[in-house]
């Protein structure tokens, strides 16, 4: 394998920054084509605002099974896993719950200050409700359940394609898309150097931010500055508690962790989003490196993650880590 000089390519889609960067020049532009196809089929099977994606097809079945493909199957296992994993935190089924905010459609599009909201306390409907035969890739949503795989499908995007491509280049590659960053293959000299915002509502240049170093596996940062927007004046943000439907009201503003895979990064950062206060003890128990920042900019650190910020540039730059359309 090949370990070079970092070279990087970055474009917009799904209403975030995606960032390529691979350690062999000359099969940079290859492995921007592969990526591309990637999450254009990803976009197909699992996004709820294309009205022929595979995943409004499945929430239109009206309680009746139904047989995916391969990716939407494999986009639901991560999402179910991440339930299980949390105990709920990290929940799928808050397709309704989302629509209700007005985040009903793509996240460019959605209006930043509209009418008042009317919200009232209710559960969503629950991972477990769920029907899944991953072997048969059957799939039975309830009727009225919608389905929301976000929280976990751009890291699960990235993990694969990171892997894929690292395998195809035969070099050290680097894959974020809005902020889920998954690496493989061999990293640069001093690992792959990844710049990690506070707020990521604020210009790149001007947040507050660290950098540091991964060699494997992945880091991702959830935040409720990135998907933000106003109901009759009330601010309402895409990370929802499960048990209200209701945005997440903890302490922190963004929360980032590393860990085996750019996957159970994210669903370790959006866990620790939904439990608040506890989630620094939470990280610790589970041996993984988090950085919490709270609303006035406080910054707690946990399981091994450097207190200090490395003193080079990100090879990784400004969208990665807690960029723009993190999750």
């Not at 302490?251 to 989003?273: E, F, H, K, Y």
Request: aromatic share 4%; proline share 7%; net charge neutral.
């Amino acid at each position: 394998m090949t370990a070079g000089r970092a070279t990087a390519a970055a474009w917009r889609t799904w209403s975030c920054t995606v960032r390529l960067v691979v350690t062999d020049p000359a099969r940079l532009p290859h492995c921007r084509d592969v990526l591309a196809v990637w999450l254009d089929e990803v976009d197909r099977a699992c996004s709820r605002f294309r009205e022929d994606s595979e995943l409004v097809a499945l929430d239109a079945a009206e309680g009746r099974p139904v047989r995916v493909g391969p990716v939407l199957a494999e986009a639901l296992g991560a999402a179910l896993r991440a339930a299980e994993l949390t105990d709920g935190d990290v929940d799928p089924t808050v397709g309704s719950a989302m629509a209700a905010l007005g985040y009903d459609r793509d996240f460019s599009l959605v209006e930043r200050d509209g009418r008042p909201l009317k919200l009232v306390v209710r559960p969503v409907p629950g991972w477990r409700r769920i029907a899944f035969d991953p072997r048969e890739r059957l799939v039975t949503v309830p009727t009225g359940v919608r389905l929301d795989l976000g929280a976990t499908a751009k890291a699960w995007a990235a993990d694969r394609a990171a892997a894929t491509l690292a395998e195809i280049a035969d070099c050290g590659v680097l894959v974020s898309i809005g902020g889920d960053t998954a690496v493989a293959g061999p990293a640069p000299d001093g690992g792959w150097r990844v710049r990690v915002q506070d707020r990521t509502d604020e210009p790149d240049a001007h947040a507050p931010h660290t950098v540091v170093a991964i060699r494997d596996g992945g880091l991702a940062t959830s935040s409720t500055t990135a998907r933000r927007w106003s109901r009759g004046g009330r601010a309402v943000h895409h990370l929802l508690d499960p048990r209200t439907g209701h945005p997440a009201a903890g302490p922190w503003r963004t929360v980032s962790v590393a860990a085996g895979s750019c996957l159970d990064a994210n669903i370790a950062s959006t866990a620790a989003m939904i439990r608040g206060a506890s989630a620094p003890a939470w990280l610790e128990r589970n041996h993984l490196p988090g950085r919490l920042v709270d609303a006035d900019g406080a910054v707690t650190t946990v399981g091994g993650w450097p207190d200090e910020p490395l003193p080079v540039a990100p090879v990784a730059g400004p969208g990665t880590g807690a960029g723009r359309g993190a999750a």
